[in-house]
């Protein structure tokens, strides 16, 4: 789906939702009150400058003090690779823009991912994986890192990661792979209303992140959780 069919089936009594410069920001009525719309669209990689946009628009809707809903619409690229966005510090303005997210979250915001198209690496962690739950269209196509990179990093053939990621959901990219890990918390019907499906999710929000919990139950990182459970019981510790 494009965004403005996304946006259609999730408000079809109309919108305020703009895009510019690849950047979405708005609202538009949903259920008793209104839904706030943020996102990035186009395959835009996000930069400094767009993710303080984004930031600002989060922190706007905090401040309104409605909390009202919060969607994040990705179809990114990956962060912005340049080196004026690299010395102006992208790598803050990314985790910025992810805390704007976990506090607006805390405030009270039911905060919801939408993948509809392609995402990867720092931008797809500030944007879609700083929400409490992930929701996503077939034919979305996220990924941590894709394989070429990987393989850079990690001096690897391309072909061996290929082989692994044949069996090996937790570094694979793609849907399947996000939605067998956990990332992803339910994939949509794109011929059903999004705004009954959307509205479900919210209806359904767990009350913590159990991303772990569900990437054990789909076999994707059947450790994840057991690790991060003896990490705590440590610091508790001391």
Known sequence: MTLAEILASLFPRGHAVAVRDGLVTGTGPFAD???HVVGVDGDTPLGVDGALVLSRAVLDAVRVGDRAPILVAVDSDSQRMSRRDELLGLNECLAHLAKALLLADRAGHPTIGLIYGHSAAGAFIATAL?????AA???ANPSVMDLP????VTKLPLDTLKDMAKSTPVFAPGLDNMVATGAVHVVLNPDLSLEGQIRAVIDTLPAEDIR???GAERGGRPVARTVAAAVA??????
């Open 137 to 139: 269209l077939p034919g």
């Open 130 to 134: 700083a929400t409490r739950v992930l």
């Open 212 to 214: 772990d919990r569900l």
């Open 33 to 35: 009150g209104r839904m």
């Open 233 to 238: 019981d440590q610091a508790r510790l001391g």
């Open 149 to 152: 990179s990987v393989a850079r």
